[in-house]
């Protein structure tokens, strides 16, 4: 359970976030909104990533304001950019690198790390120089290095982007079966279109949330105000 309360942030003087409360339980949460307005910083205040300037933010009964590390055990974060999560030069090290404060006895890295590798279709690449991977395989390995934490959520912030039709199509699916909660960040409509909960955010604000099949349109309907033809 994700909660906000009376959630603001400011950048400076820029209001960014204004006035949020949400309870967020539905296993696949959507987040659309145009450029700049707020769809990051509201992601990224689930991780504690970013700490509201006002109000607060709770996963699990955690405050992200005052146990940070304690929740970002629990919330995995995908960004948009894979190469700004790779840390390790192989790709198996790479993933091993996310069990590090687990204590986990060596043969107990070296199994979960192979598990991991293989669900995300990185075996044969587990000695590789990780920045040598394509833009997909890199993402791939993003996931792999995150979800092998196995957190309660994951939030992902435009995770396809840079991808082409067919990896983001993989990246998808494998995050459209995932166990997790899932917060998902997208400027791909189709993709939350179908989705029981998608909140659109417009100037910092949620200007509406509920099914997609609702919230979509409503958004694609606000965008298209103030466009002259
Ligand atoms: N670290 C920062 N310092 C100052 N301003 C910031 C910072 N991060 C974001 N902003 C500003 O906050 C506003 C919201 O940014 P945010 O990244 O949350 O938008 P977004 O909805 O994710 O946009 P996009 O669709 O382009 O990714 C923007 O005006 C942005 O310039
Ligand atoms: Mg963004």
Redesign the pocket.
């Known amino acids: 359970m994700i909660r906000f309360t009376g959630v603001s942030h400011s950048?400076?003087d820029?209001a960014?976030?204004a006035d949020i409360d949400l309870e967020l339980s539905e296993p696949r949460i959507g987040v659309i909104?145009?450029?700049?307005?707020?769809?990051?910083?509201?992601?990224?205040t689930i991780n504690g990533l970013v700490v509201p300037e006002h109000g607060c933010v709770g996963v699990n009964g955690l405050d992200t304001a005052r146990q940070g590390r304690e929740v970002r055990r629990q919330v995995g974060f995908i960004f948009?950019d894979p190469d700004t999560q790779i840390v390790m030069p192989t790709v198996a090290e790479d993933v091993a690198f996310s069990l590090r404060r687990h204590r986990l006895p060596r043969a107990d890295v070296a199994a979960r790390v192979a598990a991991a590798l293989a669900r995300f279709g990185l075996a044969e690449h587990a000695e590789h120089p990780a920045h040598l991977l394509s833009s997909g395989q890199k993402q791939l390995l993003a996931l792999a290095a995150v979800l092998v934490t196995e957190p309660q959520i994951l939030v992902c912030?435009?995770p396809t982007t840079l991808l082409d039709l067919r990896n983001a199509e993989r990246v998808h699916r494998l995050i459209a079966g995932l166990d997790q909660q899932v917060v998902l960040?997208t400027?791909q409509l189709a993709l939350v279109a179908d989705w029981d909960r998608v909140l659109v955010?417009d100037g910092?604000r949620i200007v509406a949330d509920g099914p997609g099949r609702l919230t979509v349109p409503a958004y694609i309907e606000l965008m298209s105000q103030g466009i002259d033809t």
């Open positions: 950048y400076g820029r960014v976030l909104g145009a450029n700049g307005s707020g769809k990051s910083t509201l992601a990224r948009a912030d435009e960040v400027h955010v910092g």
